[in-house]
């Protein structure tokens, strides 16, 4: 099976302006996550998505929002992008599903590096 | 806010020796998990262990799990220079119902050939 793809892998932005980023989970995944990577902050979590439906939300502003097709794609978005933003984006897949025994194992994009000037 | 610590932060070793790296959480958890990320490419998974395991084996590498101390160490035996790399611990919340991953800072591993 092909792996969890990311594009674009490199993105620069200016102050202000919104960006969009797009998540290919591995085929029959249906939970797609989002991380955010900063050498200050390290990896943090955005949100997750399963069936279409926002199941975990991490501690960020609205700015963040993202979305999730019906083929398990999904796609995060920012708004008014600041400096502050610019980090490596991951995303991660997992089989999904009613969830026995907690998390199973994510597979990791290769990510999305921005830089926001 | 990151759910726990790791330690240490860099470890510097020789080919052949053996890396233990240490992480601790704060809350109940249902898994611990460890990735590995080679210089700012993607998380590749190594290894689960459920909270009501103790110890996981993988090859060369060795997990355990204290959950009265909310501790786990990752032991890597052998190392090889391919070794060199970030390692991460990650935490799933007892009671999250979905694949939320809380990860530590890392611990940065440089296996000297």
């Known amino acids: 099976k092909a792996g969890v793809t990311q594009t674009p892998r490199y993105l620069i932005k200016t102050r202000g302006q919104q960006v969009t980023l797009s998540c290919s989970p591995i085929?029959?995944?249906?939970?797609v996550s989002w991380y955010q990577q900063t050498p200050g902050q390290g990896l943090q979590f955005l949100f997750e998505?399963?069936?279409?439906?926002?199941?975990n939300k991490g501690n960020f502003p609205g700015r963040f929002s993202g979305r999730q097709f019906s083929n398990s794609r999904s796609e995060m978005n920012v708004s008014t992008l600041e400096l502050g933003d610019s980090a490596l984006y991951l995303c991660?897949?997992?089989?999904?599903?009613?969830?026995?025994?907690?998390?199973?194992?994510?597979?990791f994009g290769p990510g999305t590096r921005l830089t926001v000037l | 806010s990151q759910q726990g610590e790791e330690d240490p932060q860099a470890l510097s070793i020789q080919e052949g020796e053996n890396a233990t790296m240490n992480c601790s959480y704060k809350?109940?958890?249902?898994?611990l998990q460890w990735y590995r990320q080679n210089s700012g490419r993607g998380l590749v998974h190594l290894i689960l262990?459920?909270?009501?395991?103790r110890e996981k084996h993988s090859g060369r590498l060795r997990v355990t799990l204290d959950t009265s101390k909310k501790s786990s160490s990752l032991l890597i035996t052998a190392s090889r220079a391919a070794d060199t790399a970030s390692y991460f611990c990650?935490?799933?919340?007892?009671?999250?119902?979905?694949?939320?991953?809380?990860f530590g800072g890392g611990t940065r591993l440089m296996v000297k050939p």
């Open positions: 991660a897949s997992s089989p999904g599903g009613r969830i026995l025994a907690g998390a199973n194992e994510q597979f």
């Open positions: 085929s029959g995944h249906r939970s």
């Open positions: 998505y399963f069936s279409e439906t926002q199941r």
């Open positions: 809350t109940s958890i249902n898994n």
């Open positions: 262990i459920r909270s009501n395991e």
């Open positions: 990650a935490t799933v919340y007892l009671n999250n119902a979905g694949n939320m991953l809380t």
